[in-house]
């Protein structure tokens, strides 16, 4: 039998399938890499940009995944709080924002054992991962099955993947910080644009506004993910209003958190085949 074509994939009378999801919770990396001198708990983009953030998303009705990590849970309590009031997903980022495909067998189980440990104190369960860096390595998979992961976040393929586990995928353009920093000059060269961008609020724009356009036609899926830490001015502020002002609008596509997208694939497994 044919797969069912793909306008008919998701939850009538939608084409295709968002999520606006945010990554990186405050410092948890910086402290790892012994660069914060701060005091913990006071990094801006927690303090000051997500309230904006979080203030936006109500205005357009849009539910969001945050993929943070676990170190963070107890830096921000306050910050999880909010996020989980206003209905929105807290996901797994790591424990401290180590990126993922240099972990060793040893060092991906010690991540897992230190995530949930913070996760259990905070009283979160975990549904979904996003690998810091946008690779897992092949023990993943099982670890994710075996602590109850029923979705995972990488560069890679919409579907079913390894253990039963759901592949919902993002990719490099559909993030701010490819077209917002300097250190992705070299991925951007690598995917065909110019490693210095004079507008690249423009340029982030214009591709968002084409992509969500090509999934409708192809019952496509789309994670969008903008850092709260990158949100420094009102130019970027503007720019996210406009594009969360623009999938709220898209009334043929369903705008929903990673774990009901997760959901909705994995009850329907005949019509997204693959996954990786």
Not at 43 to 67: C, D, G, W
Not at 151 to 156: C, D, E, I, K, M
Request: with cysteine.
């Amino acid at each position: 039998m044919s797969p069912p074509p793909p306008s008919s994939r998701w939850p009538a009378p939608y084409k295709a399938a968002i999520s606006f999801t945010m990554d990186n919770l405050g410092e948890a990396q910086d402290v790892l890499n012994g660069k914060w001198p701060h005091p913990i708990g006071t990094h801006p983009a927690v303090t000051n940009q997500l309230p904006r953030m979080l203030s936006l998303l109500e205005k357009h009705n849009i539910k969001a995944t945050y993929f943070a990590e676990s170190w963070s849970l107890s830096a921000y309590p306050d910050a999880i709080k909010s996020l989980q009031d206003a209905g929105h997903e807290v996901a797994w980022h790591g424990y401290q924002h180590e990126v993922w495909k240099n972990l060793s067998p040893e060092a991906e189980q010690e991540n897992f054992d230190k995530s949930w440990e913070e996760a259990r104190k905070a009283g979160i369960k975990y549904e979904g991962f996003r690998p810091p860096g946008g690779s897992i390595n092949d023990g993943t998979w099982g670890l994710l099955q075996e602590h109850g992961v029923r979705y995972v976040s990488p560069l890679g393929e919409l579907g079913i993947g390894k253990e039963g586990v759901v592949v919902l995928p993002f990719e490099w353009r559909g993030v701010d910080a490819f077209w917002y920093m300097d250190k992705f000059r070299g991925i951007r060269e690598d995917h065909g644009e110019r490693e210095e961008l004079e507008n690249p609020e423009e340029d982030l724009k214009g591709w968002l506004t084409s992509k969500m356009e090509e999934i409708r036609q192809t019952g496509g899926y789309l994670s969008v993910l903008f850092h709260p830490f990158l949100q420094t001015d009102e130019k970027k502020f503007a720019m996210l209003e406009e594009v969360l002002g623009r999938i709220a609008a898209e009334k043929d596509v369903w705008v929903a958190p990673c774990k009901e997208v997760a959901e909705w694939v994995r009850g329907h497994p005949g019509s997204f085949e693959g996954g990786r």
